[in-house]
């Protein structure tokens, strides 16, 4: 079972080694024998490898991603520059800025590699459209107690929230402040949500739903009203 590309080349020079201790089919000697005895006559192979790589411009869209073998990545900064150079080896990349400054490196799509997400930028860009944090490809990503702790329907709580976790995120990863979560609450927050955990129609403008229970009309009174 091959588990990526570098495995691959492993089992392929494994098998070549393996290979190279038979007999050569018409000499009778070994073939790392004749290898050997062949290097004496080959050209040195050069000291610094070829750079193979392939270069071409893109930009950056709102939310700070740029888009690399069809895929959508996130880029640090990317969106201060109209134009961006990415340069692609057969097996990672790199993205920098017009003025020469690398701004992220990373495997490519297709290499299937897990690659950090930079909570730091993204909660940064949270902070300025907070509308669009259950909309963003990145809100699957976050545990499920954080999750929750964002997705309330006031845009004000929700910038709250999200400057909360800036304040963590420098310290802690996120999986960190998941499994700390109530510890890393704050007090006002730690109320609000014992709340919403014992009252199932908890409200994020904290509205007194027992006010309006009380303006319904009496049983009686409806039977009075059906008669």
């Given at each position: 079972?091959?588990?990526?590309?570098?495995?691959?080349?492993?089992?392929?020079?494994?098998?070549?080694?393996?290979?190279?201790?038979?007999?050569?089919y018409k000499k009778g000697i070994r073939i790392a024998d004749l290898i050997k005895e062949e290097k004496k006559y080959g050209l040195a192979f050069p000291e610094k490898e070829y750079p193979v790589f392939n270069k071409s411009l893109a930009s950056a869209n709102k939310y700070g991603e740029a888009k690399i073998d069809g895929k959508q990545i996130h880029i640090p900064n990317s969106y201060h520059y109209t134009q961006l150079h990415v340069i692609k080896y057969w097996d990672n990349f790199k993205v920098i800025s017009p003025q020469g400054e690398v701004l992220y490196k990373g495997p490519r799509p297709y290499m299937s590699r897990s690659r950090e997400i930079p909570w730091q930028f993204i909660l940064k860009n949270w902070m300025r459209k907070p509308r669009s944090i259950t909309y963003s490809r990145y809100f699957p990503y976050l545990p499920g107690r954080i999750a929750h702790h964002l997705n309330s329907e006031s845009m004000k709580l929700r910038k709250e929230r999200v400057d909360w976790l800036q304040s963590l995120i420098i310290k802690y990863s996120m999986q960190e402040i998941d499994e700390r979560f109530y510890e890393l609450l704050p007090v006002d927050d730690k109320?609000?949500?014992?709340?919403?955990?014992?009252?199932?129609?908890?409200?994020?403008?904290?509205?007194?739903?027992?006010?309006?229970?009380?303006?319904?009309?009496?049983?009686?009174?409806?039977?009075?009203?059906e008669v």
């Open positions: 079972v091959v588990q990526d590309l570098t495995h691959l080349r492993e089992l392929l020079f494994k098998h070549c080694q393996d290979d190279h201790l038979r007999m050569h109320e609000n949500e014992n709340e919403s955990l014992h009252d199932p129609i908890a409200h994020p403008y904290d509205v007194n739903w027992s006010i309006y229970d009380s303006l319904q009309p009496l049983n009686h009174s409806l039977k009075g009203e």
